[in-house]
């Protein structure tokens, strides 16, 4: 088995076509390691913007890549194919970064930078951040929120000082030794995801988000309908639905009893599927009475839910 340590550093750019910033990738750095996490070889590669000719002064500051050496760089498109030939990326081989951030940038750089089809190789992969922090919290190491490279390495007292940081071919290294110091074969079998999968990006990317009207409920239009509290019996809305705070709401009156209620839902759309919540309030006894009112004409507006 081969491990690649990939890293990157990136440049938050303004894109006018996109009218927005966006991550552009300014820097691809890895280290190979076989089986006995020997180092095997090494890969470096800073891109030349197509967006900007300047870099932010922060991110030079960051990383010591200026604007002369980002200028003399390659295009991204070359950038990958040579990491491509260099990776040799098959069954036998898992990449590993640190957090799953640098996936979203990929995704951004290959939308807009390289053809239609295109990809960045990864294969089989490993989010080292999330293996290495519950090696951490197994040995009793409390930890709030995501852990840094440079806190990972410090609390696992691995040497840094002649490395600089916040560049892709050095923090590659450190992810190697990392990876090395906290290696568990089966941990790392477990936490291994096939980006090679067709639906894999799309997956990663895709933003789950509240549904704000009843017409985007399709096959689960049953979930619409509410029984009555009291008796059980299926209850008639007396309103239009109306969305607040993530809620659907509507009144309804039973037929059966005459029993009147409020009937919220929200909907959840994730890749997968309509996460459906419903929930029964009760009705404020001024607002049954107005209610009744716009039933029998004498005001207009509807009431509202509780």
């Excluded at 992969?125 to 290495?132: E, K, P, S």
């Excluded at 696992?156 to 600089?164: A, G, R, Y």
């Excluded at 985007?216 to 809305?237: H, W």
Aim: net charge positive; with cysteine.
């Amino acid at each position: 088995m081969r491990y690649i340590l990939l890293d990157f550093e990136w440049n938050n750019t303004y894109s006018v076509p996109l009218k927005r910033f966006i991550n552009e990738i300014m820097e691809i750095g890895a280290v190979m390691l076989n089986d006995a996490f020997e180092v095997i070889d090494t890969f470096e590669s800073v891109i030349r913007s197509a967006l900007t000719k300047r870099l932010r002064s922060g991110f030079t500051e960051l990383t010591g890549i200026t604007n002369e050496r980002m200028l003399a760089g390659k295009p991204f498109l070359e950038a990958v194919e040579s990491y491509r030939n260099w990776a040799r990326v098959g069954d036998d081989t898992i990449t590993l970064t640190w957090s799953n951030s640098d996936l979203y940038a990929i995704t951004e750089n290959c939308e807009n930078f390289l053809p239609e089809g295109a990809s960045f190789p990864i294969g089989n992969y490993v989010d080292l951040q999330g293996f290495v922090q519950q090696y951490l919290k197994e040995k009793g190491v409390e930890l709030t929120g995501q852990i840094s490279l440079a806190k990972a390495a410090q609390l696992l007292e691995i040497e840094t000082d002649e490395m600089q940081l916040h560049t892709a071919r050095y923090d590659s290294y450190v992810c190697a030794a990392l990876l090395k110091k906290t290696f568990d074969a089966n941990g790392i079998r477990a936490r291994v995801q096939h980006t090679d999968a067709p639906d894999y990006f799309k997956r990663l990317t895709f933003k789950p988000h509240y549904l704000s009207s009843v017409n985007a409920i399709g096959k689960k239009s049953e979930e619409l309908r509410f029984t009555c509290t009291k008796c059980g019996e299926f209850a008639k809305r007396t309103s239009k639905w109306r969305y607040h705070n993530r809620w659907l709401q509507a009144n309804f009156r039973c037929l059966n009893c005459g029993n009147r209620f409020g009937g919220r839902i929200m909907l959840k759309q994730t890749y997968d599927d309509l996460i459906v919540c419903k929930r029964i309030v009760p009705l404020v006894a001024k607002r049954k009475k107005k209610e009744a009112q716009v039933e029998h004409g004498e005001v207009q507006r509807l009431p509202e839910t509780v």
